[in-house]
Nanobody
Framework: QVQLVESGGGLVQAGGSLRLSCAAS????????MGWYRQAPGKQRELVAG???????NYANSVKGRFTISRDNAKNTVHLQMNNLKPEDTATYYC????????WGQGTQVTVSS
């Protein structure tokens, strides 16, 4: 079993920054993909950014150039640096890990005020 614990959400004004972190524990394989999804009220959950254990990254078009994903394989952690935040970034952000199965964190709220 795998557990994911997120931290770092909060309230910020438009143009501000936040850094999300996620720590994974349990039965974690050396080859996996970690990342972040988000879900706003009334909308589907969408991929924000992902990173493989080899360091390959992908981003949603809406966050390219503003968000940066990184990970520490030794600590099984993944981070999302979010800069120049916009009100439309407001959502619950979920950490995920995919290996032979997909695991989700409990979610952390990010609210961006205009």
């Amino acid at each position: 079993q795998v557990q994911l614990v997120e931290s770092g959400g909060g309230l910020v004004q438009a143009g501000g920054s936040l850094r999300l972190s996620c720590a994974a524990s349990g039965s974690i394989f050396s080859i996996n993909t970690m990342g972040w999804y988000r879900q706003a009220p009334g909308k589907q959950r969408e991929l924000v950014a992902g990173i493989t254990s080899g360091g390959s990254t992908n981003y949603a078009n809406s966050v390219k150039g503003r968000f940066t994903i990184s990970r520490d394989n030794a600590k099984n952690t993944v981070h999302l640096q979010m800069n120049n935040l916009k009100p439309e970034d407001t959502a619950t952000y979920y950490c995920h890990l995919r290996q032979y199965a997909t695991y989700w964190g409990q979610g952390t709220q990010v609210t961006v005020s205009s």
